[in-house]
């Protein structure tokens, strides 16, 4: 498989035990050290779906980043850790474990926008510094509290009086041990996530291919057959097709007149194709198609 003919998504189980940027660095040498990029970053201990972009589908990556994300979740009730996971170190517990109904009243305080403090264990940045690092060297330091929204929060398995399950999907920003932590303390108690895995990611595909199927189809030409079209990730984009004139202009980054085009609402996206390949994104105006970014190109 030659490399400059990689184009595409991969929607990646990432295993438990490995950093995204490690994975993302299995994917790259398993297709020829090509371009390639994440969204959404997972902690080493949590799974699931992570999209990894191949090629020109990096210039797409920022169409994803503010999709909602789906998680199922476990906690354990009555231990607090400094970073609000099985990683870090138990800095407090205490004997308060919230029953059924407590716990499903909480939920209720937390449906839609709150404000919600980042964990300090976080890939947030301080002044260009991860904030992990800083919280690993015990440098003190306070992240601004963010508006999240939460769509669903579901107790869903009641497991013991001291563990629950829960599924959330929470719009892009979300920290899901920050919430467990928030659901916690109105409670009266503490709370750790013993384990975290991300389900679902906006309106894309939840078939799922894993890292070690991937290993398995190396020097195969079924490898080609994992990668997924760059314009999945466009949901209900309006698209226009480009003659030969057409494309010229958008090559040399000027827009282009669309008196013909049957689109939706202005300035949404829009998916510039020629020869049956997208080949811009840009957005429509007055009848004119403003490419703002090229691809496969």
Same mark, same amino acid.
């Given at each position: 498989? !030659?490399?400059?003919?990689? %184009?595409?998504?991969?929607? /990646? $189980? =990432?295993?438990?035990?490995?950093?995204?940027?490690?994975? @993302?660095?299995?994917?790259?040498?398993?297709?020829?050290?090509?371009?390639?990029?994440?969204?959404?970053?997972?902690?080493?201990?949590?799974?699931?779906?992570?999209?990894?972009?191949?090629?020109?589908?990096?210039?797409?990556?920022?169409?994803?980043?503010?999709?909602?994300?789906?998680?199922?979740?476990?906690?354990?009730?009555?231990?607090?850790?400094?970073?609000?996971?099985?990683?870090?170190?138990?800095?407090?517990?205490?004997?308060?474990?919230?029953?059924?109904?407590?716990?499903?009243?909480?939920?209720?305080?937390?449906?839609?926008?709150?404000?919600?403090?980042?964990?300090?264990?976080?890939?947030?940045?301080?002044?260009?510094?991860?904030?992990? !690092?800083?919280?690993?060297? %015990?440098?003190?330091?306070? /992240? $601004? =509290?963010?508006?999240?929204?939460?769509?669903?929060?579901? @107790?869903?398995?009641?497991?013991?009086?001291?563990?629950?399950?829960?599924?959330?999907?929470?719009?892009?920003?979300?920290?899901?041990?920050?919430?467990?932590?928030?659901?916690?303390?109105?409670?009266?108690?503490?709370?750790?996530?013993?384990?975290?895995?991300?389900?679902?990611?906006?309106?894309?595909?939840?078939?799922?291919?894993?890292?070690?199927?991937?290993?398995?189809?190396?020097?195969?030409?079924?490898?080609?057959?994992?990668?997924?079209?760059?314009?999945?990730?466009?949901?209900?984009?309006?698209?226009?097709?480009?003659?030969?004139?057409?494309?010229?202009?958008?090559?040399?980054?000027?827009?282009?007149?669309?008196?013909?085009?049957?689109?939706?609402?202005?300035?949404?996206?829009?998916?510039?194709?020629?020869?049956?390949?997208?080949?811009?994104?840009?957005?429509?105006?007055?009848?004119?198609?403003?490419?703002?970014?090229?691809?496969?190109?």
């Amino acid at each position: 498989m !030659k490399k400059n003919n990689i %184009n595409g998504w991969i929607f /990646l $189980d =990432k295993p438990i035990g490995i950093s995204s940027n490690a994975v @993302l660095q299995k994917i790259r040498k398993i297709f020829n050290f090509c371009k390639a990029g994440y969204v959404g970053t997972l902690d080493p201990l949590a799974s699931g779906f992570l999209p990894i972009a191949l090629g020109d589908a990096t210039k797409t990556i920022k169409y994803l980043e503010n999709k909602n994300k789906e998680y199922v979740f476990e906690v354990e009730w009555g231990v607090k850790t400094n970073s609000a996971d099985v990683e870090g170190k138990i800095e407090k517990t205490i004997k308060i474990f919230p029953n059924k109904k407590m716990i499903n009243n909480s939920i209720l305080k937390f449906k839609g926008e709150y404000l919600q403090e980042p964990q300090k264990f976080s890939s947030k940045k301080i002044n260009g510094v991860r904030a992990y !690092k800083l919280a690993r060297k %015990n440098v003190k330091f306070n /992240l $601004d =509290k963010k508006r999240v929204s939460i769509l669903d929060l579901k @107790l869903t398995d009641f497991l013991s009086k001291e563990r629950s399950r829960f599924y959330v999907n929470c719009s892009s920003g979300t920290y899901v041990r920050s919430l467990a932590e928030d659901i916690a303390s109105y409670n009266g108690t503490y709370a750790t996530v013993t384990s975290l895995r991300r389900i679902g990611f906006g309106n894309l595909n939840k078939k799922l291919i894993s890292l070690d199927y991937l290993l398995t189809l190396v020097h195969s030409d079924d490898l080609i057959n994992v990668i997924k079209p760059v314009n999945l990730v466009f949901e209900n984009a309006n698209e226009i097709i480009l003659d030969e004139k057409a494309i010229t202009h958008i090559l040399n980054g000027r827009s282009v007149k669309m008196s013909n085009a049957k689109v939706g609402k202005e300035k949404e996206l829009t998916l510039a194709k020629f020869k049956n390949e997208i080949v811009a994104v840009g957005y429509l105006q007055n009848d004119n198609f403003y490419p703002k970014r090229l691809l496969n190109v």
